[in-house]
């Protein structure tokens, strides 16, 4: 049922330009295709729920996120503890379903989330997946050297920094909490999150205060 999960999922964030179509693109216009013929789904309310995530839905969820827990040390306890009960007390476009893990950034660790199976990803908060997060050469090389993928991305750790790997599921999705960058006491959430990018929310980038 897992591996199901996964391919249903997955159609939405192929890309559909270009005239190759991969097997999987394939698959899933024949089975939307054959869907929408049976009168099972209707082609415009998977157009809507494309364009929700593709406009509404986007990194700037995330950020808020984040930006309440570097400020509210009650609200980051939360999260910590559950993920998808914190996120949603925000009020977000979409639910986030009840697989939303948050693992805090520290000196001690900083945190890598990949989808070595295929591409799951926490859209509720992050949006779309970026091309490099579904790419196979992301996916493999995030477990078997998270340090050399960190550098290609310009993040460079300090040794003894520990880098752990997450590997999302169908089920399991995460969203790393960057660590709060110095010099930034006093700043309003708003304008904290402005500096939360998407890329730090999975690990492949650092929050830098301007
Ligand atoms: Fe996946």
Redesign the pocket.
């Known amino acids: 049922m897992a591996a199901e999960d996964?391919s249903a999922h997955?159609h939405h964030h192929h890309d559909q330009h270009g005239s190759e179509l991969s097997e999987m693109q394939a698959r899933v216009r024949a089975l939307e295709t054959i869907l929408s013929e049976k009168g099972y789904v209707d082609p415009a309310a998977l157009d809507r729920i494309i364009e929700t995530y593709e406009t509404e839905v986007g990194p700037h969820n995330g950020a808020r996120i984040v930006a309440r827990a570097w400020v509210d040390p009650e609200f980051r306890a939360r999260l910590l503890a559950d993920g998808s009960g914190a996120a949603n007390s925000l009020g977000h476009v979409s639910p986030v379903g009840s697989h939303l893990i948050a693992v805090e950034n520290t000196p001690e660790q900083h945190n890598l989330v990949v989808?070595t199976?295929?591409?799951?990803y926490p859209w509720e908060v992050l949006g779309l997946p970026p091309v490099w997060y579904k790419s196979a050469a992301f996916r493999s090389r995030a477990v078997i050297d998270p340090r050399s993928v960190l550098a290609d991305f310009g993040v460079a750790l300090p040794a003894e920094t520990k880098i752990r790997v997450w590997d999302?599921?169908?089920e399991t999705r995460f969203l790393v909490v960057p660590m709060r960058p110095e010099g930034t006491q006093g700043w309003s959430e708003e304008r904290l999150a402005a500096l939360v990018t998407r890329d730090s929310m999975v690990g492949t980038g650092l929050v830098t205060a301007p």
């Open positions: 996964h997955d989808c199976l295929c591409s799951c999302s599921t169908a």
